[in-house]
């Protein structure tokens, strides 16, 4: 059976640029995150092991894992940004107040909904158009560390300031912007 070679090629020749995304969190759709830099995390599949009597044989098989979403961003002046991930991040930790936690759970009509305290988050690929190409959706959000922010009076250039946190998650996905699988596994 011949095959046609020009159908194993890449249709497009222009390639990603690191410059050409964005990020959204689901549950602060009005905060901007004017994000610097931000990484798919690495995804890592365990192995098992076959013994075998001459050498032993690696086999996928195991739990995958999925390394933290670090995004670095600009705060914005009203520290609007950087207090959002902050109370969010205290309101976990038990600050004292059983209250933020409270808000952080319930609705407007004051029902506990455990999944309040997480987020869906989406990293949109910019193409070089600057189109959405594809989105990044990771599920169940939440924040585990965020930056200091260090203020220096004796600073002679002025650096707007960024900050960096941390996400945990239950898993992301790749889709098209049609919501399906970019690229989906198909056996050849």
Known sequence: MATNALANQISNRNFLSPTGFKFTL?????????CNSIKIPEIT?????????????????GKMTFG?????????????NYMIIHNWITAFGGSGSLEEYGV?????????DYNRAYSDGSLYVLNSSYSSTAIVKFKNLFPVSLTSLDFDSTVM?????????????????????????LYPFTST
């Open 45 to 61: 599949l365990n192995t098992l092991i076959q013994p075998n009597y001459l050498n032993d044989i690696p086999q996928p098989g």
């Open 26 to 34: 689901a549950k602060y759709p009005k905060v901007a995150f004017f």
């Open 104 to 112: 952080l759970i319930k609705d407007q009509n004051g029902t506990v």
């Open 68 to 80: 933290d979403l670090n995004l670095r961003f600009l705060v914005d002046e009203n520290l609007e």
């Open 157 to 181: 250039d002025i650096n707007y300031f960024t900050a960096e946190v941390s996400f945990k998650y239950t898993i992301y996905d790749i889709l098209g912007m049609d919501g399906k699988p």
